[in-house]
């Protein structure tokens, strides 16, 4: 059976290992001069493959997506992933918040050996091959140095990704391609993303690129302790990134969305109060706010961002500001710096072996399906997972057609 396999990402690649250790003829395509450089960025802070969470609660934080990633999580779980990276000779560890990591942190010994066992299995890489779609007679169509290179395959795994940070790769012009094709494809969006905020121009010029560190973060009724980041534009980080899903939703129907911070979670409102409450003497509110209460200047400055240049001298109200500061968000940040992507090739558009519908021997694996998750090494799971599904299922296809 020869396969071709497009984007050699970990989707993509993952599909090339099932389907070349059963023996199929794989070669994968990707645009770019060389290969997973999406999972080569995710390793630069920490490659974190995936969660140690209960799998009932890890499924969950598929979100409307859960039903139909279920039984393909289960058939590739995380213990399953973490035993296939230590097969690759990275042993892993589960960090303090339960994120399961390789002990080398980055993803480049993992991928070197991966590349590695892929050739001996045969796997055929052709970089600088840009897929875009097929010809008259059904036959993939590739530009490669300015030439057209036409493919036939008995089978096609779409492991595209989807359309953020596109200099890596991922650009989402694969959208059009299966629109018109007749697949139902759900308008890509950011995920994990960062948000705008209209900054005053000094709070921009003086805190721009820096951390709001060991703050809480409201939105809805959820609360995420952590980090953020002041961007030009507004603000990112991994906090902004959990309630992101949310956020962007409520941007979506109503058009704005507050978040509020809590610059002191680790102290009660009484506590804060207790605090002010101590002689401030001759000190500019900002000196006694930072000897008090340890916070930062760029958090003294949230403050009067949030609650007017004048910061109250009134302990309640102050209490009360710290530990709630409402940032106004104007919108998500473009999709160029989210960390995943939202929306995709719908669910209902591919059958429970990930096949297109509208394409008999197509599948579609990865992140360029239709699901979201938080930052927790949910993303490289459920692409990792819906790679080993495509994979399989193709391959039993394959055993049904020839025992006929
Ligand atoms: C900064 C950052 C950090 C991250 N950290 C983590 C993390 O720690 N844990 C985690 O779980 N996830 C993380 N992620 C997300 C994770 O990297 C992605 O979810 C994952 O790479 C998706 O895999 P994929 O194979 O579906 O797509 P991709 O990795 O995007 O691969 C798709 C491939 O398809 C190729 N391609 C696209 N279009 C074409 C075309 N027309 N022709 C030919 N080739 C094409 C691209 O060049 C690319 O190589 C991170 C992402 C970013 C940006």
Redesign the pocket.
């Known amino acids: 059976m020869k396969v071709a396999i497009?984007?050699?990402?970990?989707?993509?690649?993952m599909a090339a290992e099932v389907l070349s250790a059963a023996g199929a003829d794989v070669t994968v395509?990707?645009?770019?001069p060389s290969?997973?450089?999406?999972?080569l960025?995710?390793?630069?802070?920490?490659?974190?493959?995936?969660h140690s969470e209960p799998f009932e609660r890890f499924v969950a934080r598929y979100g409307a997506a859960a039903p139909r990633l279920k039984p393909i999580l289960e058939a590739f779980a995380p213990s399953a992933l973490i035993a296939w990276a230590e097969g690759l000779g990275q042993p892993t560890f589960v960090g303090t918040s339960g994120r399961v990591f390789p002990k080398a942190m980055k993803a480049s010994p993992l991928l070197r050996a991966w590349l590695t066992r892929l050739e001996r299995q045969g796997v055929v890489i052709k970089p600088r091959?840009?897929?875009?779609g097929w010809d008259e007679h059904g036959r993939l169509l590739?530009a490669q140095s300015g030439e057209t290179v036409h493919v036939t395959a008995d089978a096609t795994i779409l492991?595209?990704?989807?359309a953020?940070?596109p200099k890596?790769?991922?650009?989402?012009?694969?959208v059009d391609v299966l629109r018109a094709r007749g697949v139902a494809v759900t308008p890509l969006r950011p995920a994990n993303c960062g948000f705008t905020a209209a900054w005053s121009e000094t709070f921009r010029d003086r805190f721009e690129g820096t951390p709001l560190k060991n703050i809480a973060l409201s939105f809805h009724g959820e609360t995420v302790r952590g980090e953020a980041l002041i961007t030009r534009a507004g603000i990112e980080g991994g906090a902004v990134y959990a309630l992101s899903s949310a956020l962007r939703s409520a941007l979506d129907h109503t058009g704005h969305a507050t978040l509020m911070v809590d610059l002191r979670p680790d102290l009660s409102h009484a506590d804060v109060l207790a605090k002010l409450a101590r002689p401030r003497g001759s000190e500019t509110v900002a000196n006694f706010l930072r000897k008090t209460l340890a916070l930062a200047p760029v958090a003294v400055n949230l403050l009067r961002e949030t609650h007017g240049k004048d910061l109250s001298l009134d302990a309640p109200t102050l209490a009360r500001h710290i530990k709630g500061a409402p940032i106004t968000l104007t919108g998500t940040a473009p999709i160029d710096r989210?960390?995943?992507t939202a929306g995709g090739v719908a669910l209902d558009a591919v059958d429970e072996n990930l096949m297109l519908k509208a394409m008999p021997n197509v599948y579609a694996?990865?992140?360029?399906l239709d699901w979201e998750a938080p930052?927790?090494?949910?993303?490289?799971?459920a692409?990792f997972a819906t790679?080993v599904a495509a994979a399989r299922a193709l391959l039993a296809s394959e055993r049904h057609t020839a025992s006929r």
């Open positions: 497009i984007g050699a990402g970990p989707g993509g690649l395509y990707d645009r770019m290969v997973a450089r999406k999972l960025i995710a390793g630069r802070g920490g490659l974190n493959l995936t091959h840009e897929w875009h590739f492991a595209l990704g989807g953020s940070w890596l790769g991922s650009t989402g012009t694969w989210a960390i995943s694996v990865g992140e360029m930052t927790g090494g949910y993303l490289l799971q692409t790679a």
